[in-house]
């Protein structure tokens, strides 16, 4: 059968089958699009987003920080530089308080013999009875390889370093973002000086909404 014009006339099965491609393609697209929406919205975007596991493997969230200066150090329980670093991360703990700021211990084993093999709350027991630690120890962690703890990725991914030793030392906004790092042997008094600033910041900020 011939349309007017004299060009073929399309059946109506063809139409029928573009229709049903049509529809399919649209829906592929749209399932895809939901999956990558979905994706975006659930990926972490700050590092009070992230669950991790404390010192006796129980899954806590980031969120209680959330609103406050926290610096995150990946600590080690037996080395040169261990009892400095100790005793001045809790100087600043105790000198800035829990109200606005935290310093907030990872013990990971990846860097030397200076994290022990021992349960990371027995490491945290050790730092309290040895050095008067009061700050909060989270699960022994890997930062290096694919193994990596998805927080401190996220660190050394926003920093685009990674740790070449124990005790870096990342400051961390109210909002989660990663401000400033230090390596190992960079000067506590600049921590402070950033951390000291960083709280008054926060200080001012509430003043100011009330």
Known sequence: MEALGGYPAKSSSHVAMA????????????????????????????????DVKDARGRTVSLERYRGKASLVVNV???GEQTEDHYRGLQDLHRELGTSHFNVLAFPCGQFGP??????AWTEEAFAKSAYGVT????????????EA????????ESAQKTPKWNFWKFL??????MVRFWRTDE?????????TALVREIILKKRVEL
């Open 19 to 50: 229709r049903r491609f049509t529809v399919l393609v649209s829906v592929t697209v749209g399932v895809g699009c939901l999956f990558l929406l979905q994706a975006r919205l659930l990926k972490p975007k700050d590092f009070y987003s992230f």
């Open 76 to 78: 080690a329980s037996q």
């Open 114 to 119: 200076g994290e022990t093999q021992r349960a």
């Open 135 to 146: 700050f909060p120890f989270f699960s022994k962690i890997k930062i290096l390889g694919s």
């Open 149 to 156: 703890d998805p927080a401190f990725k996220f660190l050394t």
């Open 172 to 177: 961390i906004s109210p909002e989660g973002k």
């Open 187 to 195: 000067p506590m008094e600049s921590v402070r000086k950033d951390a």
